[in-house]
Structure formats: structure tokens, C-alpha cells
């Protein structure tokens, strides 16, 4: 719930001042996201005062949908032009090299212009939760002085683990990067970057060995569901979740978007259970046919 931010203990990224517009000093840090604009955002809508334009359209795009890089921090209003047009330029970079026909190239590939793990993890994160919103909106990645695009932190997932009823938000057996696909009409669609990173056999790779890794780890069935046993314990033992229904009395009231309206807080629960252990299953064997 804390705001995403550069700081030692939060997106801990150099500071880049104002005056840093050249050589190595300009090359970082910087915070971009995909995402609609905000109050903050100078100007309306999208513009060359708030963020930059992707050169390349997303996949399925059917009308006037582009993918749009808001500035995070430097924000709007402090970042300079020779700043803007560094990470700008970064991106278009790294974009032209995921879409080329050297994009499996050591020294032409995109692989030089990206932290990979992170990529991985961002991936899983929002796949285990099925996040509607995932790759497309409150989407952020960060870029520290002298180092690659990293992704991340992830940001915004109360329309995952089942509780959205559109785009196949509630399914457990889709892939969320996928989204183009099922909704070509959203205004919001996701860049061609992940579609195009399964077609490098060894990002797959990476991406099926690190699932593995975590999967007999943090990511065990039975760990993730003793840790919301432990959560709601904590909760009811605090009086938390009777305080928090007499509030908002939403118990059996569909809530804009749900795919579940259970009718008790145990309800909701087993439904989040159920849904959490089909989704870890069906990726298990999914994520092998990448």
C-alpha cells in the first residue's frame, strides 16, 4: 500500500538530478510506468509533457490503442529534456531489438538492455494471480545509473486471483499475457514484449526453471495456503475482519468486478483457496508448452 517511490528503502535507484544531462550521469536512475494518467500527470490525456509513445503497436491493436511510458520519477515536472530523451531513446532501443530478426544475437539482442530475472519474476507474479490488469496498466519498471530496464515493483492487484468478470479475469486457465487476444477492443492492451519473449527458447527456459525453483519453494501449494490459514488467524484474532464487515457491509453485494459473491467470509475464502490451488496446477503444466 505504500506509494512507489526512489528511495534506499523502497526502489533504491540513484538519485538523478536535474543538472546530470550527459555521459554516464544521465543513464540513471529513472522509474517509468504503463498505466493511465493521473491527476499528477501534466497536460490531458497522454502528451509529450508527461510520457513518451512506444514505436510499436501492440498485437491485436484494432483501433487507435498505442503503449504509452508515463515518467514516474524524474516526475513530469522535474525531468529535462536530455533526460527524456535518454530513456525514451533506451526503450526505443530495446524495443527495436526484441522485434528484430537479431533478437536472439549476443551483441545485437535485446538481452543487453534487460535485467532477464526480473522479467521472469514480473512474469510469474502476474500469471499465478492471473492479474486482468497485468503487463498493461499500473506496470512499472526502473532503470538505475549504468544498469539495465529492470521490472517492477509489481503494484496493484485487486482485480487478480479470480476477482474479475471480464477478459477472463476469473479463469484460472488462461494466460494473462495473452490479454490482447481476448480483448483487442481495451483501450489499455499490453506491448508486444511478452508474446515476443516466448519465442526465445531460452527465456522460456529460464522462465520454466525459476517456476520449478519457486514452486518447491515459496510457491508449494500447501506453504501459500497455511500462510492465508495463518493471515485470517491473525486477522480474526484482532477482531480485523467483524470490524471491517460491519463497515462495509459487502458480504453477498456484488462489488464491480467481481466473478465471485460468496455468501459468508469463509465463502470467499474457500473460493480464493480453490481458485489459487486450480490456477498453481494449471500453470504447471502450461508453462511447459511454452
Same mark, same amino acid.
Given at each position: 500500500?505504500?506509494?512507489?517511490?526512489?528511495?534506499?528503502?523502497?526502489?533504491?535507484?540513484? #538519485?538523478?538530478?536535474?543538472?546530470?544531462?550527459?555521459?554516464? $550521469?544521465?543513464?540513471?536512475?529513472?522509474?517509468?510506468?504503463?498505466?493511465?494518467?493521473?491527476?499528477?500527470?501534466?497536460?490531458?490525456?497522454?502528451?509529450?509533457?508527461?510520457?513518451?509513445?512506444?514505436?510499436? *503497436?501492440?498485437?491485436?491493436?484494432?483501433?487507435?490503442?498505442?503503449?504509452?511510458?508515463?515518467?514516474?520519477?524524474?516526475?513530469?515536472?522535474?525531468?529535462?529534456?536530455?533526460?527524456?530523451?535518454?530513456?525514451?531513446?533506451?526503450?526505443?532501443?530495446?524495443?527495436?531489438?526484441?522485434?528484430?530478426?537479431? +533478437?536472439?544475437?549476443?551483441?545485437?539482442?535485446? *538481452?543487453?538492455?534487460?535485467?532477464?530475472?526480473? &522479467?521472469?519474476? +514480473?512474469?510469474?507474479?502476474?500469471?499465478?494471480?492471473?492479474?486482468?490488469?497485468?503487463? *498493461?496498466?499500473?506496470?512499472?519498471?526502473?532503470?538505475?545509473?549504468?544498469?539495465?530496464?529492470?521490472?517492477?515493483?509489481?503494484? $496493484?492487484?485487486?482485480?487478480? &486471483?479470480?476477482?474479475?468478470?471480464?477478459?477472463?479475469?476469473?479463469?484460472?486457465?488462461?494466460?494473462? +499475457?495473452? +490479454?490482447?487476444?481476448?480483448?483487442?477492443?481495451?483501450?489499455?492492451?499490453?506491448?508486444?514484449?511478452?508474446?515476443?519473449?516466448?519465442?526465445?527458447?531460452? &527465456?522460456?527456459?529460464?522462465?520454466?526453471? *525459476?517456476?520449478?525453483?519457486?514452486?518447491?519453494?515459496?510457491?508449494?501449494?500447501?506453504?501459500?495456503?497455511?500462510?492465508? $490459514?495463518?493471515?485470517?488467524?491473525?486477522?480474526? #484474532?484482532?477482531?480485523?475482519?467483524?470490524?471491517?464487515?460491519?463497515?462495509?457491509?459487502?458480504?453477498?453485494?456484488?462489488?464491480?468486478?467481481?466473478?465471485?459473491?460468496?455468501?459468508?467470509?469463509?465463502?470467499?475464502?474457500?473460493?480464493?483457496?480453490?481458485?489459487?490451488? $486450480?490456477?498453481?496446477?494449471?500453470?504447471?503444466?502450461?508453462?511447459?508448452?511454452?
Amino acid at each position: 500500500m505504500e506509494k512507489l517511490k526512489r528511495d534506499g528503502d523502497r526502489i533504491d535507484i540513484n #538519485r538523478l538530478n536535474e543538472n546530470e544531462n550527459e555521459g554516464e $550521469d544521465v543513464t540513471g536512475g529513472y522509474i517509468l510506468k504503463i498505466d493511465k494518467t493521473a491527476g499528477s500527470n501534466l497536460g490531458s490525456g497522454y502528451n509529450n509533457l508527461n510520457s513518451f509513445t512506444s514505436n510499436f *503497436r501492440p498485437s491485436n491493436a484494432s483501433g487507435d490503442q498505442n503503449i504509452y511510458f508515463l515518467y514516474e520519477y524524474p516526475d513530469a515536472e522535474d525531468i529535462t529534456a536530455q533526460q527524456k530523451d535518454y530513456i525514451s531513446t533506451y526503450i526505443n532501443d530495446f524495443e527495436a531489438a526484441l522485434a528484430s530478426e537479431d +533478437f536472439l544475437d549476443s551483441l545485437l539482442g535485446y *538481452r543487453q538492455y534487460i535485467d532477464v530475472s526480473s &522479467f521472469t519474476d +514480473f512474469f510469474i507474479l502476474n500469471e499465478i494471480s492471473n492479474n486482468v490488469d497485468g503487463y *498493461r496498466l499500473s506496470t512499472y519498471m526502473h532503470k538505475d545509473k549504468n544498469g539495465p530496464l529492470t521490472m517492477g515493483p509489481i503494484w $496493484d492487484f485487486n482485480l487478480a &486471483f479470480g476477482n474479475a468478470d471480464y477478459c477472463n479475469g476469473g479463469a484460472s486457465d488462461v494466460w494473462a +499475457f495473452r +490479454f490482447n487476444e481476448r480483448c483487442p477492443n481495451d483501450f489499455w492492451l499490453a506491448p508486444f514484449w511478452w508474446e515476443r519473449l516466448m519465442d526465445d527458447p531460452s &527465456f522460456v527456459s529460464e522462465l520454466q526453471a *525459476r517456476w520449478a525453483s519457486l514452486r518447491a519453494n515459496e510457491l508449494n501449494t500447501a506453504q501459500l495456503l497455511a500462510r492465508m $490459514d495463518q493471515d485470517i488467524n491473525t486477522l480474526n #484474532r484482532a477482531g480485523a475482519i467483524s470490524r471491517n464487515f460491519d463497515i462495509w457491509t459487502v458480504i453477498e453485494e456484488y462489488v464491480w468486478p467481481n466473478n465471485f459473491v460468496g455468501n459468508s467470509y469463509d465463502a470467499e475464502v474457500q473460493y480464493m483457496q480453490n481458485w489459487i490451488t $486450480d490456477r498453481l496446477q494449471w500453470i504447471d503444466g502450461a508453462i511447459m508448452e511454452l
